[in-house]
């Protein structure tokens, strides 16, 4: 299977990048359309078809993924509407905030109707195939859905939600991953006021992280379980936990999520 991405900025180009880390995309079954030839030189070195043509980039893909800024969308749609192929591609579109109706509108080409299409909203721990990866299939068969899907969970993990749901997942998984990291980044200047050097303190907190991320995968407990384990009567970690509380730790996360939205 052949895949085309035009736009390959921080979110297309680690699009490119997680594809060629799965085992099941080669260089060449890639193509990348993207107006900056530094870009283009980067992934022409790992042998990927490039160009500047979105042209060519729609016709290549048996997908093609747009992954543009919103307000790019309309104008790059309406321009390679003619060179795809709606019997044979399907599309995935990576853009907030775009709707179905507005695509529906945008694609419908006279008696062939509506290419079928995907809204998705990835984060850009695809690069190193660790999205959490939300799609919304519009007009596509069962076959064609477990298709993207299946591309996407060979870069991360991936649901099927509604649209309704796009918004929210956006917040708290793409927007998410850098809530996550504002922590990270909490957590190591603390390390550092304890003593630790940065890099030292760094490397804690990034293990410390993923260990609670693959325990809680690994058991399925939630969270509130998992932390009573460690919160010994009277110890330092319920007492941490409950300055952090008063600081108005999970409410200002609740509150950061809400107000993305």
């Not at 260089?27 to 870009?39: H, N």
């Not at 030189?41 to 979105?54: I, L, M, P, Q, R």
């Not at 509407?81 to 179905?100: C, H, M, P, T």
């Amino acid at each position: 299977m052949k895949i085309s991405v035009i736009g390959a900025g921080a979110m297309g180009g680690a699009i490119v990048e997680g594809l060629l880390k799965t085992e099941t995309y080669q260089p060449a079954d890639i193509t990348v359309a993207d107006p900056y030839t530094p870009i283009l030189d980067h992934f022409a070195e790992k042998g990927v078809s490039v160009t500047t043509n979105n042209h060519i980039a729609a016709e290549s893909g048996d997908i093609v993924m747009v992954v543009v800024k919103p307000w790019l969308v309309e104008n790059v749609l309406k321009d390679i509407k003619e060179s795809l192929d709606y019997n044979r591609q399907q599309l995935v579109l990576v853009a907030a905030g775009i709707k179905s109706e507005q695509m529906i509108t945008w694609m419908e080409k006279g008696e062939d109707g509506t290419l079928p299409f995907y809204l998705v909203i990835p984060n850009i721990a695809i690069a190193e195939k660790q999205s959490m990866t939300f799609i919304v299939p519009v007009g596509t068969t069962t076959i064609q859905t477990a298709t993207v899907k299946e591309l996407f969970d060979q870069m991360g993990d991936s649901i099927i939600t509604e649209e309704r749901l796009l918004a929210a997942g956006t917040t708290l998984a793409s927007c998410g991953i850098a809530y996550a990291m504002r922590y990270v980044r909490a957590a190591v200047e603390g390390g550092v006021e304890l003593g630790f050097k940065a890099k030292d303190s760094e490397k804690i907190v990034l293990q410390t992280v993923k260990g609670a991320v693959e325990l809680l995968q690994a058991t399925g407990e939630h969270p509130e379980a998992a932390i009573d384990k460690v919160t010994t009567p009277g110890g330092v970690t319920i007492r941490g936990l409950n300055e952090m509380e008063h600081a108005g730790f999970t409410s200002a996360v609740i509150r950061g999520l809400k107000a993305a939205l």
